[in-house]
């Protein structure tokens, strides 16, 4: 069971930033831009038990700023975007229950305000939904992750999350030359000057899953 909810919830909603690793640790008062930085440092450059442990700081941290600001959509945003990178990471029995977490926050942003972060929820729910087994053991529904990535790419046209991740979801569906052409998309995203550690480490992520496809494409 273990295995098989990893390989499922390996969940790399990705995209945001820089900072040291010392700055990784949870500070009292965040700021969305302080959570976007710290997440980035433990999605990319952190690994193991550290990488565990800063995710697991970042969550509280999280769910703090979006108790203190409600109707702010932004905070419920990254409490899912940390949480669900943080089932991806974990694995296991407990990575379901990141998520529904995770979902819960998006599907509450989005009440509020939908097009907040360029469409972020749209994107980071649809790849939740994509990645979490289907029914008897969690919520996946295809069907539901493809409406949601295409609203997020409605929002957000040329952003490269937005893009990475319906390629991903394509890519996983087996519909290779379309996921291809949105991969590239992803890389000719402009680049977000205060994200550099985000965009750095999805470009190398687009690269990677364009040498897969390419490969696979090549066989046919």
Known sequence: MNGTMTKYLILILSGFMLMSV????????????????????????????????AFENLKGEAEAYAAQHPKLAEGWIWSGIIKSTYAGAKGGLGALGLAKAARSDLERALEIDPPAMNGSAYTSLGTLYFNVPGWPIGFGSDKRARELLLKGLEVNPDGIDSN???????????????????????????????????????????????????????KR
């Not at 550099?196 to 190398?204: F, I, K, N, T, V």
């Open 164 to 218: 990475y991740f319906y390629a991903e979801f394509l890519r996983n569906q087996g519909e290779l030359e379309e996921a291809r052409n949105y991969y590239a998309r992803a890389r000719e995203a402009a680049p977000r000057a205060a994200r550099p550690l985000a965009d750095e480490g999805r470009q190398q992520e687009i690269r990677s899953a364009l040498e897969i496809v390419d490969s696979k494409l090549k």
């Open 22 to 53: 010392v700055q990784a640790s949870i500070e009292p008062g965040s700021t969305i831009e302080q959570l976007q930085k710290r997440w980035a440092v433990a999605n990319y450059q952190l690994q193991g038990k550290e990488q565990l442990e």
